[in-house]
């Protein structure tokens, strides 16, 4: 896992060759496309939504395959071992409670 988040901002563009990090760029202002009235018109503001969430997910740091199966074995083993825990401490107070209230 080491050179991973340098590599992956080296591909983004946020890392400078010799290893620094870049500043980031200035919006570039305005949408294009705006009517007189300064309305974006809804293809236009669909079309540029959708780029701007292809943009961010390319963006982000992706698990490995590895990763996720483990991380995924780690939620079920501890989702288990909650079941476990809840099911006895039901069992043990319905037992205590049928121990007080038989006659």
């Known amino acids: ?5 340098s590599q992956t901002l080296s591909r983004q ?3 400078r060759p010799e290893g620094t990090v870049a500043p980031r760029r200035a ?3 305005a949408p294009q496309g705006r ?9 236009r ?3 540029e939504y959708l ?3 292809r943009g961010e ?4 740091l992706w698990p490995k395959r590895a990763e996720v199966v483990n991380y995924s074995w780690v939620v079920f083993t501890t989702l288990v071992l909650i079941a476990l ?6 069992y043990l107070f319905a037992r205590g409670v049928h121990f007080l209230f038989a006659s």
């Open 1 to 5: 896992m080491d050179g991973e988040p």
């Open 13 to 15: 563009g946020q890392l």
């Open 27 to 29: 919006a570039t202002g």
């Open 35 to 43: 009517s007189p009235g300064g309305r974006v018109s809804p293809g």
């Open 45 to 47: 503001w669909l079309a």
């Open 51 to 53: 780029r701007d969430v």
């Open 57 to 60: 997910l390319g963006r982000v």
């Open 85 to 90: 825990l809840i099911f006895g401490l039901n």
